[in-house]
């Protein structure tokens, strides 16, 4: 392959990821306009003229909402953590009557549509009295991570070498001393994926929050943007300015923990 | 992905037989059921008592009072059949079935083309795939509060671009002519990354010599695209597309942040006319909601089903 072709290429790719980032750039370039500038015609195409009044809007109005997003984001990662890992160990190394169908199960799990799960979220939350809780949501969203979780450590579980399992069972240590001194410090790779994700889709989610906290007093980014969006639709720079700030997650995970993510997806990872 | 997908499907046989008899197998067997009860406990009361509910949401006279006394009549399918003789009943599936197939298709075919482009090494591939990934990343609301604005009347970037080329502008979010069609827009935008990734995991999966051999017998490069790529990725194509079908069918925060299913019911799918029945009004209609609901997971679970028997039958091979 010589080296003219393969710069043609990367021009092509330069051009074809700008393209698909152009929405992530206007967000950006939104962000920045002035008030003034936002109903402009033909719009202004780079931000000639920065403003951060955005962002101190998001500043003043959004940070409990930013708050309640990052504890709800760790409650989801910890319950989720907490009670896939042990499965998973059960499920690769145990091998437990009724795995399988568990296993089955936990694969129909991930494709039930989340405004069914919501509905009936909302009927039990109303009765027992959890409605408009933020921990409420850390139960709800963590079922769009603990399948996928169990599911994950599994397969890495699967492939810890017996013997490394037997030589601790020699050893005399039980399956809990072989879980949590054998298992899961060689599992850093998928807790780190699971918590990863876990993170990102209970900080993401917006139907569950919509439908279970509309009216708390402690609700999540998602709800923010969505009150600001129907409250002051003439303020685009103050809503894409607490976009911006809501894509950090997303953001991190990009730049710091990009090969967890490929991992994560390629293991049918998908966000509802 | 389709080592990480299956390989929980098919634990290994328990192949430990004692000599001393069957008790010593039934301990470990007890104590890997200690280990299971935290995430037995987990689906029972958050997975199948939700459904539960749910279930019995649309089997009930539902209202806001009732829900909290609990003393709603039991009216057996009358939801289901309010819902069928609902004017936006077939809309919503015809809108429901055109938003996902339209979806899928541009979604595969593009990422299917970005993942060949991809598969070339050249200077910088690596990074630029990663920043593919942006859009599947970020939170549904920040794409789809974005994509509103892109596509707003007046001051959206698009009908400024569309202005540069002669063309008129485009009320995408407000006639009930264009509404679908700009959800399923940003709803591509959102699905490319997800094809892009699985499929080109399954291009590197594709052992080099037969692109070698198709290469010495002079084939061009589609030839080597219809022969050699198409066939060699028919698998992990087929998981593509069904695990697309399942997830686009669930599509909700997109659209009901874009348009709310409007105007009219001008793109109002299942999902959203669920979400509408049950929470969009002051005058919540739970039961038909639900029933709805119950109609959706019945074609998700389809799906799905087709998905974990196809998963099945390629591991086996």
Known sequence: ??????????????????????????????????????????????????????????????????????????????????????????????????????TFILLMAQMIPGII?????????????????????VIADSTLAVPFGVLIFTAFMAGIPDELIQAAKLDGAGTWRTFTSIVLPVSRNPVVTVSLFAFLWAWSDFIFASTLNSGGTMQPITLGIYKYIGNNNQEWNSIMATAVVASVPAAFLLVVAQRYVAAGVTAGAVKD | MSNTRTAPLAPRVETQVSARGRRPTRLPRLIGWAYLAPVAIYLIAFYAYPLYRNLELSLRDYTVRSFVSGDAPFIGLDNFREVFADPTFWPAVSHTAIFTF??????????????VFFNHNFRLSATLRALFLVPWLLPMIVSASTWSWMLNSDSGVVNTALGAFGLPEINWLTSPTWSLVAVILANIWIGIPFNLVILYSGLQNIPDNLFEAAALDGASGWQTFRHVTLPMLRPVSAITLLLGFVYTLKVFDVIWIMTRGGPGSSSTTL???????????????????????????????????????????????
């Open chain 1, 1 to 102: 392959m010589n080296t003219s072709r393969s710069t043609t290429k990367t021009v092509i790719g330069i051009v074809l990821t700008l393209l698909m980032l152009f929405p992530v750039y206007w967000m950006l370039n939104v962000s920045l306009m002035r008030s003034s500038d936002m109903r402009r015609d033909p719009p202004y195409l780079f931000p000639l003229h920065p403003t951060f009044s955005g962002y101190e809007a998001v500043l003043h109005d959004q940070l409990p909402y930013l708050a309640t997003s990052l504890a709800i984001g760790i409650g989801t990662v910890v319950l989720t953590l907490a009670v896939s890992a042990p499965a998973a160990y059960s499920l690769a190394k145990l091998r437990p009557l009724g795995g399988k169908p568990l």
């Open chain 1, 117 to 137: 799960m919501a509905m009936g979220f909302y009927s039990i939350f109303l009765n027992v009295g959890i409605i408009n809780t933020w921990w409420g949501l």
């Open chain 2, 102 to 115: 339209v979806s899928i298709a541009f979604q595969y075919v593009i990422g299917l083309a970005l993942a």
């Open chain 2, 271 to 317: 999902s959203t006319w669920s979400y509408e029945l049950g929470f969009g009004s002051l005058l919540p209609h739970f039961g038909p909601g639900a029933a709805v609901g119950n109609l959706l997971i019945i074609v998700a679970l389809f799906f799905g089903l087709l998905y974990i028997r196809f998963q099945n039958a390629e591991a086996s091979r």
